[in-house]
């Protein structure tokens, strides 16, 4: 048996497939334009929002390093979180581009055929949360913060030692739960089928095409000027594993790098058939669905694709919304759960979009 301090015990994750616009957190209502309703909401960090083409507001607030005489500006790095799910995910299909893969419903157990359950676990399944693993986070996370290093190797021997002893949370493809495993196990194997391995593979396909210049992995300790710090409240809580993150919350970026991004994917950078693939469907009205390491939700009567991130003191948002031309960029240095995050989304699609 493998080490028992990477033994954790599955803990389900709801994931909302949908919520109700009554539950969801109400729009500003008072909302005259975007440049104040950031200022009035006490917004920590940088915004970048376009619409049709047009720059709408490109402004930063607040302090990049509380102290320090460093404030933020449209060119400060943030640790982005989850929004790193769509990078890995674009890579998955450009694996299928390159004739790495065959297909998306291809199964674990044809690249690893000791991944137990992996007969049943597609990598359609990794990009959309539907495979039944459970989330490592709360158990890995403790561990590595206490100066124990943690590979992703480590963790990947964990979720699996746990599915070996425990099995799925659920059957893969009848139920959805977000799980940052799927997004582990989908970079380690990216490292396996390219010569380049995880970031390089990135780097070559999304971030040079793009010029990206500003995109990169992230690192443990935030040393340099020109990266914000993270906080909770005035605690600095930057210092973070970032080996723990892998694939699926590791990247830095600026609202300009990750403007590029939602631009090209608004765009054509998926073909007619890849867009079917990495796009949910039809979304009833109030609610929120998951494609391919892509959010895509109903909500003013608009739908809205996106991605949001949180990791150790920065929460992020990125998402377009294509009738309107619409994108929003808001990467803040100041943890809030998301909640700040939602009421951004319904805010900017019932009064700017």
Not at 95 to 112: A, C, N, P, T
Not at 192 to 221: A, F, H, Q, S
Not at 278 to 302: I, R
Request: charged letters at 20%; glycine letters at 10%; hydrophobic letters at 35%.
């Amino acid at each position: 048996m493998k080490n028992s301090i990477y033994t954790f015990s599955l803990i389900l994750v709801v994931f909302l497939l949908g919520c109700s616009n009554d539950d969801a957190p109400a729009p500003t209502e008072q909302f005259t334009d975007a440049e104040s309703y950031f200022s009035d909401i006490n917004f920590q960090g940088s915004v970048l929002i376009k619409k049709n083409g047009n720059t709408i507001l490109n402004r930063s607030y607040g302090e990049a390093n509380l102290g320090q005489n460093e404030s933020n500006t449209p060119e400060t790095k943030f640790r982005i979180g989850s929004v790193t799910k769509t990078f890995t995910a674009m890579a998955m299909v450009q694996l299928k581009r390159d004739g790495l893969i065959e297909s998306f419903d291809q199964k674990l157990s044809e690249f690893d055929d000791e991944f137990p359950e992996g007969d049943k676990i597609s990598i359609r399944h990794l990009l959309s949360h539907g495979s039944g693993l459970p989330d490592y986070v709360d158990a890995i996370e403790p561990i590595a913060k206490s100066g124990t290093y943690v590979s992703p190797e480590d963790i990947l021997d964990a979720i699996m030692e746990t599915v070996e002893e425990d099995g799925l949370l659920f059957e893969p493809g009848s139920a959805v739960s977000y799980s940052n495993s799927n997004f582990l196990i989908a970079a380690l194997l990216i490292d396996e089928l390219t010569d380049e391995g995880y970031e390089e593979y990135i780097r070559l396909n999304v971030l040079e095409p793009l010029n990206m210049n500003d995109t990169e992995l992230g690192e443990n300790e935030i040393t340099e000027s020109g990266y914000a710090h993270g906080y909770e409240g005035s605690e600095d809580v930057s210092s973070y594993p970032m080996p723990v993150a892998y694939g699926a919350g590791d990247w830095t970026s600026t609202t300009a790098d990750l403007a590029r991004w939602a631009e090209a994917v608004m765009g054509d950078w998926f073909t007619a058939e890849e867009r079917n693939d990495v796009f949910p469907g039809d979304v009833p009205a109030g609610y929120t669905m998951f494609g391919l390491g892509w959010f895509k939700s109903n909500l003013a009567n608009k739908d809205f694709y996106w991605h949001g991130g949180d990791i150790s003191g920065f929460t992020a948002l990125m998402g377009f919304e294509p009738t309107t031309g619409g994108i929003v960029i808001a990467l803040s240095n100041q943890g809030d759960k998301g909640d700040q995050r939602f009421e951004i989304i319904e805010t900017l699609l019932a009064h700017q979009f």
